[in-house]
Protein backbone atom coordinates (compact mmCIF):
# COMPACT_ATOMS: atom_id res chain seq x y z
CA UNK A 1 0.00 0.00 0.00
CA UNK A 2 1.51 3.09 -0.97
CA UNK A 3 0.16 6.80 -0.05
CA UNK A 4 1.89 8.20 -3.34
CA UNK A 5 4.00 10.50 -0.95
CA UNK A 6 6.89 7.95 0.24
CA UNK A 7 4.52 6.12 2.88
CA UNK A 8 4.13 2.92 2.21
CA UNK A 9 3.46 -0.78 4.18
CA UNK A 10 3.92 -4.42 2.92
CA UNK A 11 1.87 -6.73 4.55
CA UNK A 12 2.58 -10.44 4.34
CA UNK A 13 -0.64 -12.57 5.08
CA UNK A 14 0.30 -16.92 6.37
CA UNK A 15 -2.62 -18.60 7.09
CA UNK A 16 -3.44 -16.91 10.35
CA UNK A 17 -0.96 -14.44 10.94
CA UNK A 18 0.29 -11.85 9.59
CA UNK A 19 3.07 -8.71 9.30
CA UNK A 20 3.44 -5.69 8.53
CA UNK A 21 6.32 -3.43 7.83
CA UNK A 22 5.53 0.25 7.69
CA UNK A 23 7.37 3.04 5.78
CA UNK A 24 6.49 6.74 7.46
CA UNK A 25 9.33 8.60 5.18
CA UNK A 26 8.86 12.05 7.43
CA UNK A 27 9.62 9.67 10.11
CA UNK A 28 13.06 8.33 8.90
CA UNK A 29 16.07 9.43 8.86
CA UNK A 30 18.33 8.42 5.44
CA UNK A 31 21.83 10.10 6.71
CA UNK A 32 21.74 7.77 10.33
CA UNK A 33 18.82 5.24 9.29
CA UNK A 34 16.93 5.88 12.58
CA UNK A 35 14.43 4.18 13.68
CA UNK A 36 16.82 1.47 14.25
CA UNK A 37 15.36 -1.86 12.43
CA UNK A 38 16.55 -4.27 15.50
CA UNK A 39 14.73 -2.51 18.15
CA UNK A 40 11.46 -2.14 16.11
CA UNK A 41 11.89 -6.17 15.76
CA UNK A 42 12.75 -7.43 19.19
CA UNK A 43 11.14 -10.54 19.39
CA UNK A 44 9.82 -11.29 15.96
CA UNK A 45 9.18 -14.77 14.98
CA UNK A 46 11.35 -16.41 12.65
CA UNK A 47 8.74 -17.11 9.89
CA UNK A 48 8.95 -13.44 9.41
CA UNK A 49 12.70 -12.44 9.07
CA UNK A 50 12.49 -13.18 5.48
CA UNK A 51 10.01 -10.83 4.57
CA UNK A 52 11.02 -7.99 7.18
CA UNK A 53 14.99 -8.73 6.53
CA UNK A 54 14.56 -9.47 2.47
CA UNK A 55 13.92 -7.37 -0.29
CA UNK A 56 11.73 -5.00 -0.90
CA UNK A 57 11.26 -4.86 3.03
CA UNK A 58 14.95 -4.16 3.07
CA UNK A 59 15.07 -1.50 0.39
CA UNK A 60 12.18 0.36 0.93
CA UNK A 61 13.10 1.20 4.97
CA UNK A 62 10.90 0.43 8.29
CA UNK A 63 9.63 2.85 10.88
CA UNK A 64 7.31 0.41 12.03
CA UNK A 65 6.89 -3.62 12.13
CA UNK A 66 3.30 -5.26 13.79
CA UNK A 67 3.02 -8.73 14.16
CA UNK A 68 1.01 -11.36 14.99
CA UNK A 69 2.25 -13.53 17.93
CA UNK A 70 1.83 -17.27 19.03
CA UNK A 71 -1.33 -16.12 21.20
CA UNK A 72 -2.67 -14.19 18.06
CA UNK A 73 -1.99 -10.31 19.78
CA UNK A 74 -0.56 -8.00 17.74
CA UNK A 75 2.93 -7.43 19.00
CA UNK A 76 6.10 -4.37 18.03
CA UNK A 77 9.57 -4.45 19.34
CA UNK A 78 11.08 -2.82 21.98
CA UNK A 79 10.31 1.01 21.48
CA UNK A 80 10.94 3.94 23.29
CA UNK A 81 8.22 5.67 25.17
CA UNK A 82 6.32 8.36 23.33
CA UNK A 83 8.07 7.45 20.26
CA UNK A 84 6.10 8.39 16.79
CA UNK A 85 6.55 5.44 14.36
CA UNK A 86 3.65 6.70 11.93
CA UNK A 87 1.85 3.46 12.56
CA UNK A 88 -1.00 5.26 14.13
CA UNK A 89 -2.42 7.53 11.11
CA UNK A 90 -1.18 4.51 8.99
CA UNK A 91 -3.24 1.99 10.16
CA UNK A 92 -6.19 3.98 10.73
CA UNK A 93 -7.71 2.90 7.34
CA UNK A 94 -7.34 -0.79 8.35
CA UNK A 95 -10.62 -0.04 10.71
CA UNK A 96 -12.87 -1.46 8.14
CA UNK A 97 -14.88 1.65 7.78
CA UNK A 98 -15.55 2.61 4.24
CA UNK A 99 -15.99 6.62 5.36
CA UNK A 100 -12.44 6.28 6.58
CA UNK A 101 -11.24 6.16 3.41
CA UNK A 102 -13.27 8.39 2.08
CA UNK A 103 -12.60 11.27 4.97
CA UNK A 104 -9.26 10.18 4.00
CA UNK A 105 -9.27 10.87 0.44
CA UNK A 106 -11.14 14.01 0.70
CA UNK A 107 -8.61 15.37 2.60
CA UNK A 108 -5.83 13.89 0.64
CA UNK A 109 -6.96 15.04 -2.61
CA UNK A 110 -8.45 18.27 -1.07
CA UNK A 111 -10.29 19.48 -3.79
CA UNK A 112 -10.56 16.78 -6.38
CA UNK A 113 -13.83 14.99 -4.47
CA UNK A 114 -15.30 18.15 -3.29
CA UNK A 115 -17.69 18.81 -5.84
CA UNK A 116 -19.06 15.49 -6.29
CA UNK A 117 -17.92 13.38 -3.66
CA UNK A 118 -17.04 9.86 -3.26
CA UNK A 119 -19.80 7.48 -3.59
CA UNK A 120 -20.07 5.51 -0.04
CA UNK A 121 -22.18 2.80 -1.76
CA UNK A 122 -19.06 2.17 -4.30
CA UNK A 123 -16.22 2.12 -1.66
CA UNK A 124 -18.08 -0.04 0.45
CA UNK A 125 -18.38 -2.23 -2.82
CA UNK A 126 -14.89 -2.02 -3.29
CA UNK A 127 -14.07 -2.71 0.89
CA UNK A 128 -16.41 -6.13 0.62
CA UNK A 129 -14.07 -7.35 -2.43
CA UNK A 130 -17.15 -6.85 -5.04
CA UNK A 131 -15.31 -6.70 -9.05
CA UNK A 132 -14.46 -3.76 -9.79
CA UNK A 133 -16.10 -2.05 -13.00
CA UNK A 134 -15.59 1.17 -15.18
CA UNK A 135 -18.82 1.87 -13.96
CA UNK A 136 -17.48 1.93 -10.03
CA UNK A 137 -14.41 3.68 -11.02
CA UNK A 138 -15.87 6.59 -13.51
CA UNK A 139 -18.27 6.92 -10.03
CA UNK A 140 -14.84 8.04 -7.96
CA UNK A 141 -13.28 9.72 -10.80
CA UNK A 142 -13.81 11.38 -14.24
CA UNK A 143 -11.05 10.02 -16.02
CA UNK A 144 -8.77 7.33 -16.39
CA UNK A 145 -6.01 8.29 -17.77
CA UNK A 146 -4.70 4.46 -18.08
CA UNK A 147 -7.28 1.87 -17.84
CA UNK A 148 -4.30 -0.52 -19.14
CA UNK A 149 -2.32 0.17 -15.99
CA UNK A 150 -5.27 0.14 -13.83
CA UNK A 151 -5.59 -3.36 -15.01
CA UNK A 152 -1.96 -4.07 -14.26
CA UNK A 153 -2.50 -2.87 -10.13
CA UNK A 154 -5.23 -4.63 -10.13
CA UNK A 155 -4.07 -8.05 -10.78
CA UNK A 156 -0.90 -7.37 -8.97
CA UNK A 157 -2.54 -7.08 -5.49
CA UNK A 158 -5.18 -9.23 -6.83
CA UNK A 159 -8.28 -7.39 -6.84
CA UNK A 160 -11.18 -8.37 -9.13
CA UNK A 161 -11.87 -6.16 -11.88
CA UNK A 162 -14.21 -5.97 -15.22
CA UNK A 163 -13.94 -3.00 -17.71
CA UNK A 164 -15.38 -4.22 -21.01
Same mark, same amino acid.
Given at each position: ??? *?? +??????????? #? !???? +??? @???????? @????? /????? +??????????????? $??? *?????? %?????? #? %?????????????????????? *????? =??? %???????? !???? &??????????? =?? *? $???? $? /???? !???????? %? $???? #??????? =?? !? @?? &?
Amino acid at each position: MRD *GC +GDQMLILFQED #K !SVIN +GFA @HELYDFEV @HLPNK /SQLTV +GLPEMYEEFIFGEPV $KSI *GTTFCI %WLNDQN #K %WTIGDLENNFNDGSPEMLTIFD *GNPQT =YID %WATEYFEE !SYTQ &TGIPLQTVTDI =YN *G $KTLT $K /SMVL !SIVDQIED %W $KQLE #KDLVEIN =YP !S @HF &T
